[in-house]
């Protein structure tokens, strides 16, 4: 449900930054109250040079359903004078007549009336949009901003600026409008009126929303309502309590609302919208009460047929599709043998929006048409319409051309793969063919990681950066190591906070693609693999878990023909023999199982055993039951609350051995991914390891014992890593060759960044990091500076920029496996950030770690590998001696392995650094001395007859 109508509103006709305020307070007062087109006309011949009185055909027009006759009677007006360009722009306005528009705007720009051509070009550019003219559309508004600047009107340049962010907000560019309206709220109209303030709150609403900012977008919405109440303005008051109370069941706790204050929002918002005159607010409200479940079928559906007449005739189109969406769902509810109706309801907004191009509105039309489908059958068109929904989703995520946009675009939409998938496994839909169960399998893996495989996938992953970004970047640094210090004064970090802010916007811009891509541009299906190809690659001990975990919404959010129709939670189990889909039927209440379980593993009294036994039952029992005695590696693609599972320390009893004696585990974000590093060649280097330890920290740091996640509020405040050393050197010391030690000041950003890191099998970081799940990209290792021009904190958008193509990478620092989780994506972590890079595999703790335990961990990890075991084999080894010592699972659970399970970086064991190169040259060009040597020594032998004896034995 999107169901949010924002700021489009302003997209219609706006009287211009002048007319904020009328001149004659009659004329305002007049125009308030002119309720027939009759009033209009009696107000021209008053007014015959007042813009706001051609406004007043038009809005009454639409108001009416008179927007034809309010056409004609402008008609009559320019035939009487066709200097009136004025109410020709109007009636080309009304009829989208582009000629009809430009030839107006020509008649202002010929009289030198710079006002009007600033205002015409920025409704004939509304015009264009709705045209699906983009680009024209564009050219008009930076035209207009030209005209503008020229004028130097601080007015008009607010206004047409407010504008480019509305509108970049409708082409869905949701980074580029967001940096546009927090320009905008900073500064770019200083001192401007509050009518400014409130447009840019609305947009920045707007933008938070389209970011999957739900939290963020309601605050704004918050404050844009005590600004328009206290501006009087009560047509947007109802307007923004009805966005609110859409916006309510999808905020975060604790700002959740309950289904009685939805209730209450949306009858005051009618009756404010009553209250101020406009059908259009009255239809928005309407709608928004539509969409409250609990009102029930029959009140839903009378308030969405009260609000459609309005709608139509003023072509609103997002509340248009909900409203159509709306009766399609509470018609089959109310009259199941009409499907007919529900159908045509759901067909017209499906045409309504893709006319229009409005992206958002033709998924939900499409999710909805499925939903019917499936209700109704027959099944194949079923399956035909959910592909079909699926399809615009991954063209809408296409057009974003960021990565964290992406991610938070495309997890708005990830229930409906779940749902499909689920659809087509169930029995209880029709027969279940290996067909249907090799598409759900697909479809689930559609909705993985998509933004990182897209990534990895790139040929052009890592072409340099660009000036711009890197001219940020450096801004973003040099704020970072003011900020970095606990003594800053309280408002200085403040003002540091508030630029840093600003800066994380622009960098967000800077990466912006320009280009977009058609409808239907879809490229999720050719990603994901077909469970054959998987089972190939899978060897005869190794199983792939594929957890599909659905995202059930509370009771009273379920409207009724959907109500249950979840499509349930599954787990896709595959050997090389044999792929099923197991069902999980008691996953309701996981995620608090998940935080209990967290909860007692850290008491580290063993008190966890129960729970852990508990969540075995929920999710490994249903698999691993029917699996082969032979099966000892399991590869697990979690999903949703499973991310921050430490399945190794799960148990099939509360008296038994964890999961991981009895199995090698590995985590991955994708079937694919994993799929791609089984068919990646390997890449050798010349030196085993490059580890970096302790790193110095700045000297306001020392002695601090504090760990702080928001460290830019608090200033650094991280102590001494003294077993990171011992760890470090030990490392290098197990896997000895060319590798390469780097402790204290040694150990920092400058170095890393410049090393390369081609040449290391391993990287090995044993260091402090932060986690920053507010700002998952400020998240760091923290490391020394090494340069005037570094802040000491290697973040995610830097990490993702190293060249680790092939590599593993050892995480020796706390939390590296946690952050952010974006649905869909998964968990915007460190870890994540080196697969970004190219890694091969991360091996990352959940948790913090104690330095003491942490050190050792990690050095009996290495002298695992030392000895030729695969990265999996050495993780399992290491945790089975920890549980032999009688560790508590706090000390070894956290550990995580995340990639290629099945690499094994030195094959021959210990020192075993791959013979390349030069290396190769040198141990050939000595097996050919020894040749000729002992060919030399033969022929000596058997020229001169001298009897050959055995050689004494050498001395010791």
């Not at 529900?342 to 048409?369: H, K, L, Q, T």
């Not at 500076?785 to 973040?795: I, Y």
């Not at 590998?865 to 399992?876: I, K, M, P, T, V």
Request: charged share 25%.
């Amino acid at each position: 449900m999107r169901g949010i109508i924002l700021i489009l509103v302003c997209l219609a006709v706006v009287p211009g930054a002048k007319a904020a305020t009328v001149a004659a307070e009659s004329l305002a007062a007049e125009l308030e109250e002119a309720r027939r087109l009759e009033d209009c006309q009696r107000l021209f011949s008053r007014y015959p040079q007042k813009r706001e009185v051609y406004q007043c055909f038009f809005a009454v027009g639409r108001n009416e359903n008179q927007l034809a006759e309010a056409a004609r009677m402008l008609g009559d007006i320019v035939a009487a004078d066709q200097e009136n360009h004025t109410a020709r722009f109007y009636a080309g306005f009304i009829k989208r007549d582009a000629p009809a528009l430009q030839q107006a705007i020509d008649g202002f720009v010929a009289k030198g009336d710079w006002d009007s051509e600033v205002w015409g070009r920025m409704q004939y550019s509304t015009v264009l949009h709705k045209l699906g003219r983009a680009e024209d559309s564009r050219a008009q508004l930076d035209w207009a901003l030209r005209v503008a600047q020229k004028a130097a009107n601080p007015d008009w340049i607010c206004t047409v600026r407010i504008r480019m962010g509305q509108r970049a907000y409708l082409e869905e560019d949701y980074a580029k409008a967001l940096l546009r309206f927090r320009r905008l709220e900073q500064g770019d109209c200083p001192g401007r009126q509050q009518g400014f303030l409130a447009k840019t709150l609305s947009g920045l609403s707007a933008s938070a929303y389209g970011l999957g900012k739900i939290n963020q977008s309601l605050a704004y919405f918050r404050r844009e309502l005590k600004l328009v109440r206290s501006l009087g303005r009560i047509g947007r008051e109802a307007e923004i309590l009805a966005n609110i109370a859409t916006l309510a069941p999808m905020v975060r706790p604790p700002l959740r609302f309950s289904q009685a204050e939805r209730i209450q929002l949306g009858r005051e918002s009618l009756a404010v919208a009553e209250r101020a005159g406009d059908k259009r607010y009255v239809a928005n409200a309407h709608v928004l009460l539509g969409t409250i479940p609990s009102l029930g079928a029959a009140e839903r559906f009378r308030h969405f047929s009260i609000a459609m007449p309005i709608l139509r005739r003023a072509d609103y189109g997002l509340s248009v599709v909900e409203a159509l969406i709306g009766m399609a769902e509470t018609s089959l509810e109310l009259h199941p043998e009409k499907q007919d109706a529900a159908f045509a309801y759901v067909n017209e907004a499906i045409d309504f929006a893709r006319a229009r191009n409005e992206w958002e509105s033709v998924i939900m039309a499409w999710e909805m048409r499925a939903q019917l489908r499936w209700l109704t059958g027959p099944r194949d068109q079923a399956v035909a319409d959910s592909l079909s929904a699926l399809a615009a989703v991954e063209s809408f995520r296409n057009q974003q051309n960021v990565e964290m946009v992406q991610a938070r675009v495309f997890g708005r939409f990830i229930q409906m793969y779940r749902t499909a998938s689920g659809y087509l496994l169930d029995p209880a839909r029709g027969r279940v063919s290996a067909e249907d169960r090799d598409l759900a399998f697909r479809i689930s893996e559609r909705m993985r990681a998509s933004v990182l495989l897209d990534l990895l996938r790139s040929p052009d992953r890592k072409q340099g950066v660009l000036p711009e970004w890197a001219a940020i970047q450096q801004r973003v640094a040099e704020v970072q190591k003011r900020l970095l210090n606990p003594k800053l004064a309280a408002q200085a970090r403040k003002e540091a906070l508030a630029e840093l802010d600003a800066l994380d916007v622009e960098l967000l811009a800077a990466n912006y693609g320009s280009g977009s891509r058609a409808f239907g541009d879809a490229t999720g299906s050719a990603s994901a693999p077909h469970l054959a190809e998987l089972q190939q690659s899978l060897a005869s001990d190794q199983a792939l878990l594929a957890f599909q975990i659905e995202k059930v919404p509370d009771q009273t959010e379920q409207s009724s023909p959907r109500k249950n129709q979840w499509g349930g939670s599954w787990v896709f189990v595959l050997t090389r023999a044999e792929a099923r889909a197991v069902p999980l039927t008691d996953c309701i209440d996981l995620e608090p199982s998940i935080r209990i379980f967290l909860g007692l593993i850290k008491r580290r009294d063993g008190s966890q055993r129960q729970a852990g036994a508990l969540l075995y039952r929920k999710l490994m029992a249903p698999a691993l039951t029917a699996l082969p005695a032979a099966i000892r590696r399991l590869v697990i693609v979690p999903d949703h609350p499973l991310f921050g599972l430490p399945f190794s320390a799960l148990l099939s009893r509360p008296d038994a051995r964890p999961l991981t004696a009895r199995y090698v585990l590995s985590l991955v974000p994708s079937a694919a991914l994993w799929l791609q590093w089984q068919k990646s060649s390997r890449i050798d280097a010349r030196a085993p390891v490059l580890a970096l330890a302790d790193p110095a920290l700045p000297n306001f740091a020392k002695n601090a014992a504090h760990r702080s996640a928001s460290l830019f509020r608090h200033g650094l405040q991280l102590g001494r890593l003294p077993h990171a050393r011992e760890e470090a050197r030990l490392m290098v010391k197990q896997l000895g060759g060319q590798s390469l030690l780097r402790l204290g000041a040694e150990a920092n950003e400058r170095f890393l960044k410049e090393v390369r890191l081609r040449d290391f099998s391993i990287l090995h970081l044993a260091a402090h990091a932060v986690v920053d799940e507010q700002h998952p990209h400020r998240s760091a290792v923290v490391m020394s500076p090494g340069s005037d021009r570094e802040d000491g904190l290697l973040q995610l958008p830097e990490i993702a920029r190293l060249d680790l193509a092939g590599k593993v990478v050892i995480l020796s620092t706390c939390s590296s496996a946690a952050g952010a989780q974006v649905e869909g994506e998964g968990v915007m972590s460190l870890a994540r950030a080196f697969f970004s890079a190219g890694a091969r595999a991360v091996v990352a703790n959940l948790w913090p770690l104690r330095d003491d335990e942490a050190a050792d961990l990690v050095s009996q990890f290495g002298a695992q590998l030392a000895r030729g075991a695969s990265l999996g084999e050495a993780l399992q080894a290491t945790k089975i001696y920890w549980i032999e010592k009688g560790a508590p699972a706090d000390a070894w659970a956290g550990l995580q392995l995340q990639g290629d399970i099945d690499f094994v970086p030195f094959p021959a064991g210990t020192h075993s650094t791959p013979v390349t190169g030069l290396m190769l040259y040198f141990v050939l060009a000595a097996l050919l001395l020894v040749a000729a040597a002992w060919w030399r020594h033969s022929l000596a032998l058997a020229t001169n007859d001298i009897r050959t004896v055995p050689p004494s034995p050498p001395a010791v």
